[in-house]
């Protein structure tokens, strides 16, 4: 069985560029607009002679009331279930939110293996845009962009070592 890795997140963050450099295929559907991307999407990732599958989530319904269950898609909270790793993708130009609190919280009780991953990070120099990521209680944020293809490899990697 290849292992499957999920990526988890709130709208926006750049899931579907993530997952198309994943899987070399443009699949998903990359939208400006958030929670356009609702269901789950499959696709066929390789690193090496590794093979994986990756699933897309369109993550959040939007309308939805606050708090992780009812917030979080039930398609999603299936496609993290069937997972052998998560990655979870947060914006570190938009900084912490309130609802990458609430998926690290669901996440850290699931206590599957996860990647936090930061996205959007090209031409960053800081480190200090990516230390508040800390406080999601998930680690090290590994910093990636998707649109450019930066990182993409080690966060594979990463993905991989950690099943
Ligand atoms: P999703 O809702 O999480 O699937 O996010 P999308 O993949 O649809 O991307 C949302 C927006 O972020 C789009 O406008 C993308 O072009 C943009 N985006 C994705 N990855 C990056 C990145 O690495 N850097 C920057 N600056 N923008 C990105
Ligand atoms: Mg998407």
């Known amino acids: 069985m290849k292992p499957v890795i999920a990526l988890v997140g709130r709208p926006n963050v750049g899931k579907s560029t993530l997952f198309n450099r994943l899987t070399r295929t443009r699949d998903a559907i990359v939208a ?10 499959y696709g066929h990732g390789r690193l090496g ?6 699933v897309d989530t369109g993550g959040f319904e939007p ?20 997972a052998d790793v998560v990655v979870f993708v947060v914006d570190v130009r938009a900084g912490v939110s309130a609802q990458d609190h ?4 669901y996440l850290r009780r699931l206590g599957k293996p996860c990647v936090l991953v930061g996205n959007k990070a090209e031409g960053m120099q800081e480190s200090a845009h990516l230390a508040e990521f ?3 209680g998930l680690g090290e944020v590994l910093p990636v962009s998707a649109a450019h293809g930066q990182g993409v490899r080690s966060l594979t990697e990463h993905a991989l070592e950690a099943l």
């Open 134 to 136: 800390y406080e999601l």
């Open 49 to 54: 002679k590794r093979e994986f599958i990756v």
């Open 102 to 105: 609430d998926i690290a919280s």
């Open 63 to 82: 309308e939805a009331a606050s708090g992780i269950f009812h917030e979080m898609a039930r398609q999603t909270r299936q496609a993290v279930a069937e």
């Open 32 to 41: 400006d607009f958030p929670g356009l991307t609702r269901d789950r999407h």
